[in-house]
């Protein structure tokens, strides 16, 4: 099993964990930017991203799919405001849970929290793989890197934020997935 239906089961191990659960509509927002969001949310079905934007367009950081937890991570762990948005693909379903409930539960066994602190460094590492990608790899490269990592990606997002997300136009993505 891996970590995270390790950690999804662990939560609802215990009971009234969830505070919720929300449908949010296609592009419909979870979290704006200079908000403060602490919960962590289970993604039930759908699709979402997290993303950043400047004065010239947006920047796709991560994908939500189902079955992945979500959440302005920065805004979680510090309880400041966040600059990103997060923001529904298609609709979807959602259970929350609040970060004081989640840190009772991860604190209450060793063993929770070695999952939890796995999990963390897992995203770390991706993270950094990613800036790698970016940094050092050509745009044919971290295309081919990214459907080997993730290719449901291609099946549930749109091409443009997956263009966004590889740092890449959405011409340049149509080029290399059609060569």
């Known amino acids: 099993m891996d970590l995270l239906s390790q950690l999804y089961q662990i939560i609802n191990q215990t009971p009234d964990s969830w505070k919720g659960e929300l449908s949010l509509k296609r592009n419909e927002y979870l979290k704006v930017k200079g908000s403060t969001d602490t919960n962590l949310y289970y993604v039930k079905s759908g699709c979402s991203r997290v993303f950043i934007e400047d004065e010239f367009e947006e920047h796709t950081i991560r994908f939500g799919y189902?079955?992945?937890?979500?959440?302005?991570?920065?805004?979680?762990?510090?309880?400041?405001?966040?600059?990103?948005?997060?923001?529904?693909?298609?609709?979807?379903?959602?259970?929350?849970?609040?970060?004081?409930?989640?840190?009772?539960?991860?604190?209450?066994k060793t063993e929770y929290l070695q999952l939890w602190q796995q999990m963390l460094a897992g995203l770390i590492y991706q993270q950094l793989e990613r800036e790698v990608d970016i940094l050092t790899h050509s745009p044919a490269?971290?295309?081919?890197?990214?459907?080997?990592?993730?290719?449901q990606l291609f099946?549930?997002?749109?091409?443009?934020?997956i263009a966004s997300y590889l740092r890449m136009t959405p011409e340049t993505l149509s080029r290399l997935k059609k060569s």
């Not at 948005?85 to 929350?96: G, M, N």
């Not at 490269?141 to 290719?151: D, G, K, N």
Request: hydrophobic share 35%; proline share 7%.
């Open 155 to 161: 099946q549930e997002v749109p091409a443009k934020y």
């Open 66 to 108: 189902e079955g992945n937890f979500i959440a302005a991570l920065d805004s979680h762990i510090t309880e400041k405001p966040s600059p990103f948005y997060i923001q529904a693909l298609r609709k979807t379903e959602l259970k929350v849970i609040s970060k004081e409930t989640f840190m009772q539960i991860i604190n209450s």
């Open 141 to 151: 490269e971290r295309y081919r890197r990214v459907l080997e990592r993730s290719p």
